[in-house]
């Protein structure tokens, strides 16, 4: 009986043989081979926030474990959908999608526009990404409705601009730095624990009026 290939043996590309181990592990692997794409959904939650504790937190050695485990899930989606008898894309197709897109995003790189600036490279991005999502009906189109509150807000409040009027603060105290802000934020959370309301809920519920008002405005016109 033939020992099965090692991909590190085999592949020069660390990418590539990373890649080819998640084959291996998807197709000799009882447990990997059941798994779904639903199923991974869990895992990917938990080694993205892994990832963000290794850098609030954690040691370089720390990162660069957990940013190979967000690779995972990222290979192991790629497995699963090579295997999908309708539609199937692999981590090639993946890597290829995302070049495309990061050259079309940075035509000051890659093409003969200019920025000198920040605030410019932002311009030519917005420009590119908008001409991509000419489809899209609202503002608040392609937004991750299951992004937790604090996080949903902070990116509906980026896309509503002018198109509904921005809730207006009722802050006692308007906070001057991030130390502070936290602090206020902290205050308000221990204000709803006391009361037995849901501070996650309430906040998912006040976006979702945003939503409606922005929806609202932008049919207006």
Request: charged share 35%.
């Amino acid at each position: 009986m033939t020992a099965p290939t090692d991909p590190l043996r085999q592949a020069v590309d660390p990418l590539r043989a990373a890649a080819e181990t998640m084959r291996a592990v998807r197709e000799r692997c009882v447990w990997s081979q059941r798994i779904t794409h639903r199923d991974l959904v869990p895992y990917l939650i938990e080694e993205s926030h892994e990832v963000i504790d290794a850098v609030e937190n954690g040691t370089r050695a720390d990162l660069r474990e957990e940013l190979g485990d967000l690779l995972w899930q990222v290979l192991f989606h790629s497995a699963i959908a090579a295997q999908d008898a309708d539609e199937p894309f692999d981590i090639d197709d993946v890597a290829a999608t995302l070049t495309e897109k990061m050259v079309r995003r940075h035509p000051h790189v890659f093409a003969d526009a200019v920025a000198t600036t920040p605030e410019e490279v932002l311009v030519h991005w917005n420009a590119a990404k908008a001409a991509e999502k000419r489809t899209r009906r609202s503002a608040l189109d392609g937004i991750p409705r299951g992004m937790p509150a604090l996080a949903l807000a902070q990116k509906m409040l980026g896309r509503v601009g002018e198109s509904a009027p921005r809730p207006a603060a009722r802050m006692t105290r308007q906070p001057d730095s991030e130390e502070q802000l936290g602090e206020e934020l902290l205050a308000l959370v221990s204000h709803a624990r006391e009361r037995g309301w849901d501070a996650e809920r309430a906040l998912r519920e006040r976006l979702r009026r945003l939503e409606e008002d922005a929806t609202a405005a932008e049919r207006r016109g």
